[in-house]
């Protein structure tokens, strides 16, 4: 069994939706601050280690969301990687448009732990493993713009650092675990 033709995604864009969705990609939620440090957690799906000395992640947004308009005005952010059992927490930032003021002595953002980050970015508490840097803007394409985050600082729980770094001792969330449509 396998792949016999290939067929031009002019002529079957779902078969391209499908075959694009199929590559195993993990869900994050992250975080950015407005210029006026309203915070905003927005979860993503596209981001991805492209680099080590220094440690650097590669993401896209809607360039129309409010996340992309957030890191024009303040190059830093956090992402939360979640245990795949997370599955509902993920959810409440889909699609997030709103920015919520953050009480700085129960630091709680839509009913969630928030922790802050020496980049006064927020992640969440209940996060698996937590990265956090400066963000550069790479480039526009088309609906979506393309940032480069430096890692400056990581957390992670006991579990995620426990054994070998391959061992991979904490599911993490990714876009299949959803059960949710992405594309149609």
């Known amino acids: 069994m396998g792949v016999n033709a290939l067929i031009s995604t002019s002529q079957d864009d779902e078969r391209r939706r499908r075959v694009v969705w199929s590559i195993p990609t993990p869900l994050g939620v992250l975080g950015t601050t407005s210029a006026d440090s309203a915070a905003h957690l927005m979860t993503i799906s596209w981001f991805v280690p492209v680099a080590n000395e220094p440690s650097q992640i590669l993401f896209s947004l809607e360039a129309s969301s409010r996340s992309a308009e957030n890191l024009r ?3 830093a952010a ?3 990687l979640l245990h795949r059992d997370d599955r509902a927490l ?3 930032f889909v699609k997030s448009h709103m920015d ?3 009480d700085p002595d129960h630091p709680r953002f839509r009913g969630q732990n928030v922790l802050k980050a020496s980049n006064l970015t927020y992640y969440l508490g209940d996060a698996v493993a937590v990265v956090s840097g400066s963000v550069s803007f790479v480039r526009e394409l088309s609906t979506h713009s393309l940032w480069l985050l430096v890692v400056e600082e990581v957390g992670a ?3 995620v650092l426990s054994g070998s770094a391959s061992a991979h001792a ?3 969330l990714g876009v299949h675990d959803t059960r949710m449509n992405y594309g149609r």
């Open 73 to 75: 005005a303040n190059a």
């Open 78 to 80: 956090t992402i939360s």
């Open 90 to 92: 993920a959810r409440q």
């Open 100 to 102: 919520e003021a953050i």
């Open 157 to 159: 729980t006991n579990e």
């Open 170 to 172: 904490v599911p993490i």
